[in-house]
């Protein structure tokens, strides 16, 4: 599992897929919380805009990652 920082919290969801590289667009990033893809905290989430805070885990494809406060 990995660490990602962020500097403001709490950051979107669909953002976070996108500047973590994790997705090539916003589009993309709906679409595949759209599909269920994503695991936040072990639960699949579906909310674009799900409020991401430190602590949390989240899951897509073969990544895994915990979010820090930087």
């Known amino acids: 599992m990995r660490e990602v920082e962020i500097s403001r919290e ?3 969801l669909n953002k ?3 500047f973590e590289n994790l997705v090539a667009s916003g589009g993309e990033a709906n679409q595949v919380l759209e ?3 994503v695991r936040v905290n072990g639960q699949v989430e579906t909310r ?10 989240i899951e897509f494809g073969n990544e895994k990652f915990i979010i820090r406060k930087s």
């Open 10 to 12: 709490p950051i979107e």
């Open 16 to 18: 976070l897929l996108k």
């Open 35 to 37: 599909e269920g893809l």
């Open 48 to 57: 674009k805009r799900k409020k991401i805070i430190a602590g949390d885990i």
